[in-house]
Every structure is written in C-alpha cells, then in structure tokens.
C-alpha cells in the first residue's frame, strides 16, 4: 500500500497560481501512476490531471489544458500540480491518487485509482 498526503492548498486570487504537492509513503512510489482529482460541494469528484509511473506521459482534463502542469520526482516520492491562470470555478478539495496497475489509460476515472490522499482545499477568490 501507499499512503499520500496532500500540502499546498490555500486561498489565492483570481488569475493566480498554486502548487499543490502530493507525498508518498509506503511503498516504492515509481511503481504507480499518479493523479489529481478536484471535488467542488454538490459536484462529483473529477480528473484534473493524471501522469504514468515514467512521469513522461501525462493526461488533462479539458478545463485544465494549459493551465496546469503535473509532474513528479521518484527520488523524492512525490507528485505535484502546478496551477496557473486559477478561476473561481477552480475552487473545490483537491485530491492526490495512486494505482499500482500498469494497465488502461489515461487513467481518468475515480475507479481507476485505489489509494487516495485527504485532500486540500483550494478556494479561488474574486
């Protein structure tokens, strides 16, 4: 098993940036693919971005093309997301995810991730 914790969630402005940054522990993190998930109240949690245990193939959401950019380092255990040009409708938790399968993609899906940070809130204000 993995276990992620998310940091870097907070309050920014509209047009503004935010990094959030996803730690694993556990087990040897390069043998899962990685994404972030966003859930706004009343809305279901959806994709924001997801990145293959490599870290070179990556996939977006619609929303997010060109404004975010998900990396990782397996040195170091961790998966970040870098967000730029942030709307208020950017605003909701934000989730870490692993799954150690090696199979389907882009992985897109709450179903196609088994292990799951607690989140961190993000709020963009106008």
């Known amino acids: 098993q993995v276990q992620l914790v998310e940091s870097g969630g907070g309050l920014v402005q509209v047009g503004g940036s935010l990094r959030l940054s996803c730690a694993a522990s556990g087990q040897l993190f390069s043998n899962y693919d990685a994404g972030w998930f966003r859930q706004a109240p009343g809305k279901e949690r959806e994709i924001v971005a997801a990145?293959?245990?490599?870290?070179?193939?990556?996939y977006y959401a619609d929303s997010m093309k060109g404004r975010a950019t998900i990396s990782r380092d397996n040195a170091k255990n961790t998966v970040d997301l870098q967000m730029n040009s942030l709307k208020p409708e950017d605003t909701a938790v934000y989730y870490c995810?692993?799954?150690?399968?090696?199979?389907?993609?882009?992985?897109?899906?709450?179903?196609?991730?088994?292990?799951w940070g607690q989140g961190a809130q993000v709020t963009v204000s106008s």
């Open positions: 990145i293959r245990r490599s870290g070179i193939v990556t």
């Open positions: 995810a692993a799954d150690w399968a090696s199979i389907g993609w882009p992985k897109k899906g709450t179903s196609d991730f088994d292990y």
